[in-house]
């Protein structure tokens, strides 16, 4: 940071307390637990306008008992505030007589008489010093520091909750962004992740760009955006929008393939290592409460054989697991599909369907990204494309009010079929809005 912006640039280190101590003890640590990260914060050499929007938070229930215990007619909140001047005349406060009462005070008379007869002054009893009358609901709140605890973890059962190792809490990105931007302003996220800060830009009006290395990463954030934003409107550059791009991608880096094929169809990637026949899995809905798997098999190269099918069959009887679906860049031959037949059946919701399913290249990019919400649901619309079928999709509410609109296509793409650009990381970003989609 400091060799991008320059030491010079350094503004604060915002502490933020995402667990608690008992989280990251261990029988015999050598350490303290570990309990908060460190936020750096940093600003532009040279910026003329600089933004910070100072943020607050909600007082907890103990400071408003505490401080702001009454409540007048109206139902305003109000506490009883001292008025006396601290150090008396030595700090040049004046003293005179206030309903009886002399003391130094903090205000002039003329100012002392402005707020008694705006009804601020307040003398609990006769004889008391009196006081002054401060309702809450003029207040922001709590003046938020370097020093965030307000701002709890995600926790196993959290509605955001996605399963990325180190996915930030939507409100943390929220205040960050808040603070250091005004709507309409453009947010860079270089290192995007499972796009928490992606998902907050978006929903407080800014444009943005995330940028990340894996194509698994950018396949989870457009689920994100597909489940928790669907009027978000962005182009994504550097994934396969045609099977030309997949194929290119598929010689260039076949495990990268493997990732964006897995991700394509509603999985989660094995990893690299002994995979034991498994790319990836698909969890999907079998009923009320219980749950069902598909085991993913991709082979990206360009000869495949009934033998890889039949290895995918022992892979799902071994693993116990309810379908299969073995990706690969060309169609099937007839073999294939006489060794993928032998599976038979499974009845799973939307009715039975092919226990091993083969899905090459073009499906994944004719067939819906619905995500992991769903998982199967790119297989069925593969199947029903083969079979001269349209697959069945009720549209949301969202979309029956949306005009239609074509596509978008990767600049990247365009650029990489005209020999001008090599396979490198993907980008999603968020247009300006006078920015049409390129189709």
Not at 146 to 158: G, K, V
Not at 171 to 195: A, H, N
Request: aromatic letters at 8%.
């Amino acid at each position: 940071m400091d060799g991008i912006f320059g030491p010079s640039q350094y503004i604060n280190e915002v502490s933020w307390k995402r667990t608690t101590a008992k989280a990251d003890h261990a029988q015999g640590a050598m350490h303290y637990p570990r309990v908060r990260d460190t936020l750096l914060v940093y600003r532009r050499e040279g910026a003329g306008d600089v933004i910070f929007n100072q943020q607050f938070a909600k007082y907890d229930d103990e400071y408003l008992s505490g401080k702001y215990p009454y409540t007048d007619s109206e139902g305003r909140r109000y506490g009883l505030w001292d008025m006396t001047g601290p150090g008396g005349a030595a700090k040049g406060n004046p003293s005179y007589d206030v309903m009886g009462v002399t003391r130094y005070w903090r205000y002039s008379q003329e100012k002392m008489r402005k707020l008694i007869d705006a009804g601020l002054v307040v003398q609990p009893r006769q004889g008391a010093v009196p006081r002054f009358k401060r309702f809450l609901d003029p207040n922001l709140g709590v003046t938020v520091s370097e020093d965030w605890n307000d701002i709890r973890p995600i926790n196993s059962q959290a509605k955001e909750r996605i399963g990325y190792p180190t996915q930030k809490p939507l409100k943390l990105l929220d205040r960050i962004i808040e603070t250091s931007s005004r709507k309409g302003d453009v947010v860079l996220d270089p290192f995007c992740g499972c796009g928490t800060a992606i998902h907050s830009a978006e929903k407080l009006g800014r444009q943005w760009i995330g940028i990340d290395i894996t194509y698994l990463a950018i396949q989870v954030i457009q689920d994100r955006l597909e489940t928790w934003l669907r009027s978000a409107k962005y182009d994504v550059i550097g994934i396969p929008q045609d099977e030309y791009d997949a194929r290119a991608l598929a010689a260039q880096n076949p495990y990268q393939f493997q990732l964006w094929a897995v991700g394509r169809v509603g999985g989660q990637p094995r990893g690299r290592g002994a995979d034991r026949g498994i790319d990836g899995e698909i969890i999907f809905l079998l009923g009320l409460r219980e749950y069902g798997r598909a085991i993913v098999s991709v082979k990206a190269g360009q000869h495949v054989n009934p033998d890889m099918v039949r290895a995918l069959k022992g892979t799902v009887d071994r693993e116990d697991a309810e379908m299969g679906v073995f990706i690969c860049l060309n169609p099937p031959t007839k073999d294939m599909r006489m060794e993928a037949a032998t599976a038979k059946f499974i009845d799973i919701p939307g009715g039975k369907r092919p226990r091993i399913q083969i899905v090459t290249v073009a499906d994944l990019i004719a067939g819906p990204n619905l995500g992991i919400v769903t998982g199967l649901n790119i297989i069925q619309a593969a199947d029903a494309a083969r079979s001269g079928r349209r697959a069945a999709r009720v549209p949301t509410p969202a979309e029956l009010q949306r005009e239609p609109e074509l596509p978008p296509m990767s600049i990247a793409g365009r650029k990489r079929r005209q020999g001008a650009l090599p396979l490198d990381e993907p980008v999603l970003s968020r247009p300006r809005p006078s920015r049409r989609r390129a189709s």
